[in-house]
């Protein structure tokens, strides 16, 4: 069964050739890949055409490598192009700065290949940079153990499908473009969860500084008030507007400090959480959506 792995792009000239060379490595050789560059300012273009070219059957003659480029829309509306140029039977969605285990599309995909689901997705998910002192605030910003994205608690199904197939994936209509929850919206139209799927192991890459920690945190804020369960969505911006500000935020970057013993912390706290509000007062004023 034919997998095309989609891959949204924007401005990831420095990690994009590890992700794709990770993938070209796969023991499960009946795939394509599709990157989708959403309007990329810096060298990303250049670099994949040029991996295109160094290695033109990705180390097997049925995984094949196709570029497409749309204006800046975000990740989403990448996503749903990526699709529409799909081949294969089960869609695969990653990021460009992930890695792969070499059995991640076999593990991944074997459930939906063994009629045991319409989609699955994977909580072997580990921190690639676990060590850089941003990252680890990170996950402790987020709950998580240190070196991994999931908790040893985390459900057996959610609503975010890592793989699909792409019936189920075109009656929902592929994914709303409402921020950076839009990976959500596919099962929500569904009504229907991803299945994890044990052993598809990959590595995901964590803000290794304080202004990659701003630029991610602005892109999250840019839709974290709708994960508000309030009717009204001024009020729910408001909420999150108090969730963040400064005096709450000072309250529980001492108490994180004092928890981990990781001065750093305090420092990323403002940072992040001032980000977050910087989205949220831009939300009234209807700044788009997307990073």
């Known amino acids: 069964m034919k997998v095309s792995v989609i891959i949204p792009v924007y401005n990831e000239e420095k990690v994009i050739s590890e992700c794709l ?3 070209s490595k796969q023991t499960y050789k009946d795939m394509e890949i599709i990157v ?12 994949l055409s040029e991996f295109k070219i160094t290695h033109p059957s990705l180390g097997g003659k049925n995984l094949k490598l196709k570029i497409s480029r749309q204006n800046h829309k975000g990740p989403g509306e ?3 192009l990526g699709a529409k140029h799909a081949t294969g039977k089960i869609l695969v969605f990653v990021d460009g700065d992930m890695t792969f285990d070499k059995k991640f599309i076999e593990m991944l995909t074997r459930p939906i290949r063994q009629g045991k689901s319409v989609g699955t997705f994977s ?14 605030c990170w996950n402790i910003n987020k709950g998580l ?3 991994r994205m999931h908790s040893k608690n985390y459900p057996d ?7 699909i197939l792409i019936d189920e994936f075109e009656k929902a209509n592929g994914f709303s473009p409402i921020g950076y929850i839009d990976d959500y919206t596919v099962s929500e139209r569904l009504g229907k969860l991803a299945m994890v ?11 290794e500084s304080l202004m990659e920690v701003f630029k991610q945190a602005r892109w999250i804020g840019k839709s974290e008030y709708k994960r508000r369960k309030l009717r009204n969505e001024q009020i729910m911006r408001l909420v999150s507007l108090i969730r963040y500000s400064l005096p709450l935020t000072l309250i529980l970057s001492c108490i994180r400090v004092l928890q981990h013993r990781l001065p750093e912390y305090f420092l990323f706290k403002i940072v992040y959480d001032f980000a977050i509000e910087v989205s949220l007062l831009k939300s009234f004023f209807g700044e788009q959506k997307y990073k």
């Open 145 to 147: 153990p240190l070196g």
């Open 21 to 23: 060379d990770s993938l």
């Open 36 to 47: 989708v560059d959403d309007g990329s300012t810096d060298k990303s273009l250049e670099v």
């Open 123 to 136: 909580k072997d998910e580990l921190v690639s940079n676990k060590e850089n002192i941003w990252s680890k």
């Open 197 to 207: 799927a044990p052993g598809a192991i990959f590595y995901h890459r964590n803000p």
């Open 78 to 80: 990448a996503r749903n």
């Open 157 to 163: 199904k959610q609503k975010v499908f890592r793989a």
